[in-house]
T-cell receptor, first 116, second 115 residues
Framework: DTAVSQTPKYLVTQMGNDKSIKCEQNLGHDTMYWYKQDSKKFLKIMFSYNNKELIINETVPNRFSPKSPDKAHLNLHINSLELGDSAVYFC???????????????FGPGTRLTVT | AQSVAQPEDQVNVAEGNPLTVKCTYSVSGNPYLFWYVQYPNRGLQFLLKYITGDNLVKGSYGFEAEFNKSQTSFHLKKPSALVSDSALYFCAVRDLNNAGNMLTFGGGTRLMVKP
């Protein structure tokens, strides 16, 4: 009964490859996010996605693109991987709809991406 | 732009003693403030939040935090630390006017509780 799940847990790939990380939430939330945690544990928001409204952190390279097939899923696709993309990527979700807003975000277990 | 500062990279405390993990913030409007905990190789777990109301908020595992508007602080506290509290703690803020409900996190504070 995992609330927010991500696959794969570990991903090792070479520079230049294209890869995807999947995220699913079963909380019924209407907003999902992707965060990047670097080697110094610093967390940075990458995207917020709500009902087809995508808000992008301006520092995120356009090689990164979120794709949402439905409200419960927000996958992260990365083109032309670079060494600096190595990090742990976290998916999260929350409820924004006014009448049931809860504000806090619930995080997945993370995907450790290593680019060689 | 909103920002969060956690001035201590690490806090060491003996088991049974009170603990404080510091957080200060900067936002343009009213803040929504959060504390999260991260155990090794795990995702972040929500501990508590301040949205409005009482300045002292209580959360999971006996933790509490005090919102101080004049000092723009939201320090995390616990009266009696446990060894199992050892983890990485993150303070986060959301500006009321922030589109996308995106959180800005502090750099994290590692809490070490020694027996």
């Amino acid at each position: 009964d995992t609330a927010v799940s991500q696959t794969p847990k570990y991903l090792v790939t070479q520079m230049g490859n294209d890869k995807s990380i999947k995220c699913e939430q079963n909380l019924g939330h209407d907003t999902m996010y992707w965060y990047k945690q670097d080697s110094k544990k610093f967390l940075k928001i990458m995207f917020s996605y709500n009902n087809k409204e995508l808000i992008i952190n301006e520092t995120v390279p356009n090689r990164f693109s979120p794709k949402s097939p439905d409200k419960a899923h927000l996958n992260l696709h990365i083109n032309s991987l670079e060494l600096g993309d190595s990090a742990v990527y976290f998916c999260a979700s929350s409820q924004r709809r006014t009448e049931v807003r809860s504000y806090e975000q619930y995080f997945g277990p993370g995907t450790r991406l290593t680019v060689t | 732009a909103q920002s969060v500062a956690q001035p201590e990279d690490q806090v060491n405390v003996a088991e049974g003693n009170p603990l404080t993990v510091k957080c200060t913030y900067s936002v343009s409007g009213n803040p929504y403030l959060f504390w999260y905990v991260q155990y090794p190789n795990r995702g972040l777990q929500f501990l508590l939040k301040y949205i409005t109301g009482d300045n002292l908020v209580k959360g999971s595992y006996g933790f509490e935090a005090e919102f101080n508007k004049s000092q723009t602080s939201f320090h995390l506290k616990k009266p009696s630390a446990l060894v199992s509290d050892s983890a990485l703690y993150f303070c986060a803020v959301r500006d009321l006017n922030n589109a996308g409900n995106m959180l800005t996190f502090g750099g994290g504070t590692r809490l070490m509780v020694k027996p």
